[in-house]
């Protein structure tokens, strides 16, 4: 049918919208971080953590208690996601294949049991990848509230191993996997919306690269400082 015909044109589309824009955004994280509010985000948090560490006597408990508030973040997306999973699995193995006539009458694109079982799959994908990325974030977090308290004279004196550079990419990395979480959610909206057809999921495509190029772009700095490798922060 020609309205069936629209999931092979139109969801393609749309992902690939989704996806171009998000390969854009990390070239310009990489080449010009200073015009991205993960890239400044990044260098502020480097300069936090070595404010952290110069005085870790004093702003010890300031630290653990920010890292902390970043864990429970990361938590409460992965308590979340895995909840929505659950529901996922439950509607996947228990309606698709009892989907109600009338509801198919006003969805256009395919609505056969093959296809339905795909879009709930797909959410389900979405969900879980979410899942497994903020625990990611957890561990660096974790990791990075156990090392940020130990002073910086001390640490170059006991190991040559541990610094300021390798704490804060610990925190950055935790930051960019809690990142990489959120887009997962992000990106299983227009895949929930297929469910009502291939329609509402391209507009729903369309709109969020619409609004996340003004939430992740910026133009109120420059780039007189910061570098792919200070903001990477290898670990």
């Known amino acids: 049918m020609k309205e ?15 996806v171009a824009y998000h390969a ?8 010009r971080p200073t015009t991205t509010v993960v890239g ?37 997306l992965a308590s979340t996601a895995i909840m ?11 309606t698709v294949g009892g989907r109600d006539g009338a509801l198919k009458d006003d969805v256009y694109g395919n609505t056969s049991e093959s296809w339905s079982s795909i879009k709930y799959f797909s959410i389900l994908s979405c969900f879980l990848l ?8 957890i561990r660096y977090y974790s990791h990075a509230s156990i090392l940020i308290n130990v002073p910086i004279g001390k640490a170059a004196s006991k190991s040559r191993y ?9 925190v950055n990395r935790g930051s960019y996997f809690w990142s990489l979480g959120l887009r997962s959610f992000y990106f299983a909206c227009p895949l929930f919306l297929w469910m009502f057809g291939p329609i509402p999921m391209f507009m729903c495509c369309f709109v969020l690269v619409f609004v996340l190029y003004f939430l992740d772009v910026t133009s109120d700095f420059g780039d007189e400082w910061g570098s792919r ?4 922060g290898e670990v």
């Open 4 to 18: 069936q015909a629209l999931d092979y044109v139109l969801v393609p589309i749309g992902l690939s919208l989704m």
């Open 24 to 31: 854009w955004l990390f070239y310009r994280i990489v080449t």
């Open 40 to 76: 400044l985000n990044a260098i502020n948090r480097i300069v936090w953590v070595r404010t952290m560490m110069e005085n870790s006597s004093k702003n010890g408990v300031l630290s653990v208690q920010t890292l902390r508030n970043n864990i429970m973040a990361s938590t409460l």
């Open 84 to 94: 929505l999973s659950s529901v996922i699995a439950v509607l996947m193995t228990g």
């Open 130 to 137: 979410a899942f497994l990325l903020n625990v990611q974030s």
């Open 162 to 170: 541990l610094s300021e550079e390798y704490v804060a990419a610990a």
């Open 229 to 232: 490798g200070e903001v990477a």
